[in-house]
């Protein structure tokens, strides 16, 4: 039966969640000040959503009226590789650790949806959310207990570090809370130190406009040069600020990992057009980024690895249909400087007529 809090954490724990807790939503839960302040910034960058709604985003009550409590959860993603090893690996393209599995919407939907609905046959109301909807997980996660957000703004577990995908079921069934965690990160700027493009400017505060997973998947234009190195062969995504948290000593591996997805030679992922790329991808978050943002990641990663048995096929990027992509592969060519390198790029730059690739030729 799941008419009491615990019952129902209970199920979610057996339905697979690795941990579950319940806020008690009320007027507490109102995040308006730190959106705003976020927005003002400027720090969204090009994820022009995060400005939409913002009322219903500032508070889960704003949302959906009729919801009095929150049933979060959580599942664990943690690998068992070591993400700085994998980054020293230059002719290798890094996927986030998230990543590199079957896409979290589908999984977490799933188990929602199946206690979504043996909630609703009890006669309550329910709407259940995975990063979908203008809702301010994080947080609430912190305020059910399941972790507390850390300085790099993601979510900390004492059971499982930065390694946590997050789901929430709201109600309208009246709930007793879950206590809520506390922040444990003390004194520690592990994350702040270590981010390559310094995108933490201060505790507890991320500037998306700086961050390497913001401009590897959601930022679809031109990297701008002082990005570029920093990226090293991060081609999707930056684990630096989680990996290198202390509290990953308590985590526990998990599994799910497409082993095809480490390691990729950057030279094999370089050449995919977009129909090998979505199949290459099928099933994982990498494919809604595009082809052509992530070929355009991984040429900027064959430039940092100074790959130059690359050439030929950077060489036949500088003239791809997408004008992105032949930025990059000019700036790559550039980089690596080939043989008749010079006499190259004079003959790709007849005819060409966009600006973005225009700068590249003259940078």
Known sequence: MLGGPEELIQRALELGFDDAGIVKLGPQHDWSRQLDEFLALGRHGSMDWLAR???????????????????????????????????????????????????????????????????????????????????????????????????HTNLVSQNFGSWLFLGALL???????????????????????ICPTKAIPAAYQLDAVRCLAYLSIEYKGVIAPEFRAPMGNRIYGCDDCLAICPWNKFAVISHGERAQLRGAKLRQLVRLNDQEFRSFFAGTPIKRTGRDAFVRNVLIAIANGGLQDAWPDVYALCRDDNPVVRAHAVACLKILDVPRGQDMLQSLRVGESDARVLGEFDR
């Open 171 to 193: 109600t309208d069934a009246e709930l007793s809370p879950s206590p809520s965690e506390q922040d444990h990160c003390g004194s520690c700027q592990a994350c702040m130190d």
């Open 53 to 151: 709604r913002t009322n219903e985003r500032s508070n889960p009550r704003n949302l959906w009226p009729e919801a009095r409590s929150a049933l979060m959860v959580a599942a664990n993603y943690a690998s068992s590789h070591d993400v700085f090893e994998e980054l020293s690996h230059e002719d290798e393209g890094y996927l986030s650790v998230y990543a590199r599995r079957k896409d979290y919407h589908d999984v977490l939907k799933k188990k929602l949806r199946q206690l979504a609905r043996e909630y609703a046959d009890l006669g309550h109301q329910v709407k259940l959310f995975v990063d979908t909807a203008p809702l301010m997980e994080k947080p609430l996660a912190m305020a059910a207990g399941l972790g507390w957000q850390g300085k």
